[in-house]
């Protein structure tokens, strides 16, 4: 996958991709990541990327222009996604990531100031995404957000090791607790089952520890899961 990201401050993403799995995937050539700023799309001596809101108010919007041309200059096929962070987009979910990480390409917009002048959504913008209801001063950590959420879904990018069956979301349930050695730390046990060598009794466990929390944390979350009946069944138990 090929990700273009359109920024006022390129340097905030030096460094993000050199380690992990970003710098494995970039090296296995699984993922292609391009920073461009904005600023090098003006023409004027003053290179302006803002200016004040029309109607009047405090602040600075970032100006059209530029970002138009940033992007129209990175050829694109038609059914790449150009995607905007911003509160009012909706809300990144493991759901949009899968979605995303179907395409050969995206590419991201980062705005900054007090937002971006509303022709870009309007016209430029196939898609605006949110990764939570706080403000940020700028569009860059959503942008990292999104592409961590998205590259680990590509084929290949994460080891066996590091499967993604078990994680948090990907059931639709919050993750069971991991314990590792020692056995005894600081007068705290590891839950007994899990030194059992049964394995049938330590997933039946921790598929009740899932629930169990999912219950207590995200409630919500439970409503939206895929239950068996089972499953359901074992809800009515703990509650
Ligand atoms: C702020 C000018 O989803 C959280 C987000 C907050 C925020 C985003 S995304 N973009 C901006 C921005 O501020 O561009």
Redesign the pocket.
Known sequence: MDIDILTLFPQVFQGVFGFGIFQRAIEQKLVSIAVHNIRDYTHDKHHTVDDSPYGGGAGMV?KPDPVFEAVESIKREAETPVIL???Q?RL?CQQIARELAAYRRLILI???????DERVSEHLVTDE???????????E??AMVVIDGVVRLLPGVLGSAESLLDDSHVGGLLEYPQYTRPAVFRGWSVPEVLLSGNHAQIAQWRHEQAIQRTMKRRPELLEKAELSPKEKKLIERLR
Do not use: M
Request: aromatic letters at 12%; a negative charge; hydrophobic letters at 35%.
């Open positions: 970032l962070l911003s509160p987009g990144f980062c705005g900054h100031y007090e937002g971006v995404i949110s990764i939570g209801d706080y403000v940020l001063s700028g569009g950590p959503a």
